[in-house]
């Protein structure tokens, strides 16, 4: 089991107090030893700390790094190799369709076989359904979900969820087995180009999944955001767990 921190709120009036005397160590060293940890009910815990806070808790040492967060971004192109190779077609995703849900779930299934020395969220039908179908976001327009469709069997090659981002696609989750991941994302990508004006195609990730979704002529960008572990109660520690995590946009608790 893991568990996100997702919010840190301290009152004005001690904000710049962060000494190991401080409010703010005592609250978020216990919060350590209560929730995360070898003998307590969290193996494991992440969150997406922008910098400042980062540097504070390894200052403390509530924290260690196990990664960091990048920005890919796929430029409008035509079709690649990859996409000409999987003749494929865009369907939007019914939450009602039992089948979809079904295919979600076999879909599920292989990716995660591909991550059996990592660390991934599960990503089932259900937590699809919780996640983008239910959040607020969906009922606004502002998610889609899709299922990439072989052309002529019709089978269910990824799903995928995208998101308006300033002008731009986020690639929110993309559910597949690994060896689908870069012609999925370009099939994604000639479909802004050719559907969407032109919209340009992004994804955030952490780095250590970098290889397995960069496509010729993308262009990597720095977030400035770090992935924390816990370095104050006995567990799991940093080298064990550096480059270990799969986290995309979906995994953010606010986007």
């Given at each position: 089991m893991?568990?996100?921190?997702?919010?840190?709120?301290?009152?004005?009036?001690?904000?710049?107090?962060?000494?190991?005397?401080?409010?703010?160590?005592?609250?978020?060293?216990?919060?350590?030893?209560?929730?995360?940890?070898n003998t307590v009910n969290h193996l494991?815990?992440?969150?997406?700390?922008?910098?400042?806070?980062?540097?504070?808790?390894k200052r403390l040492g509530l924290y260690e790094k196990t990664d960091d967060f990048i920005e890919i971004v796929?430029?409008?192109?035509?079709a690649s190799e990859e996409q000409e190779r999987h003749q494929a077609m865009i369907v939007d995703y019914d939450p009602l369709d039992a089948a979809s849900r079904g295919e979600i779930d076999s879909l599920w299934a292989l990716m995660k076989d591909d991550y059996t020395d990592g660390i991934i969220g599960v990503r089932d039908a259900e937590y699809i359904q919780h996640r983008?179908?239910?959040?607020?976001?969906?009922?606004?327009?502002?998610?889609?979900?899709?299922?990439?469709?072989?052309?002529?069997?019709?089978?269910?090659?990824?799903?995928a969820v995208l998101k308006?981002?300033?002008?731009?696609?986020l690639l929110m989750d993309l559910i597949c087995p690994l060896a689908m991941m870069k012609p999925a994302i370009?099939?994604?990508?000639?479909?802004?180009?050719?559907?969407?004006?032109?919209?340009?195609?992004?994804?955030?990730?952490?780095?250590?999944?970098?290889?397995?979704?960069?496509t010729a002529g993308a262009i990597v960008n720095e977030l400035g955001i770090e992935i924390p572990c816990n370095s104050w109660n006995p567990g799991p520690s940093a080298?064990?767990?550096?480059?270990?995590?799969?986290?995309?946009?979906?995994?953010?608790?606010?986007?």
């Open positions: 893991a568990i996100q921190p997702c919010d840190v709120m301290v009152h004005p009036s001690i904000r710049k107090q962060y000494g190991k005397g401080s409010l703010f160590f005592e609250v978020a060293a216990t919060f350590l030893e209560r929730e995360i940890g494991l815990g992440f969150g997406f700390p922008n910098q400042k806070a980062m540097n504070i808790s796929y430029p409008v192109g035509q983008y179908v239910n959040h607020p976001f969906s009922k606004e327009k502002q998610y889609r979900c899709v299922i990439i469709r072989a052309q002529s069997s019709k089978q269910a090659l990824a799903f308006e981002h300033d002008g731009s696609k370009s099939i994604l990508k000639q479909e802004l180009s050719e559907g969407e004006g032109g919209a340009v195609l992004r994804l955030w990730v952490t780095s250590s999944g970098k290889d397995k979704v960069f080298e064990m767990l550096y480059g270990a995590w799969w986290l995309t946009a979906g995994d953010m608790d606010f986007i």
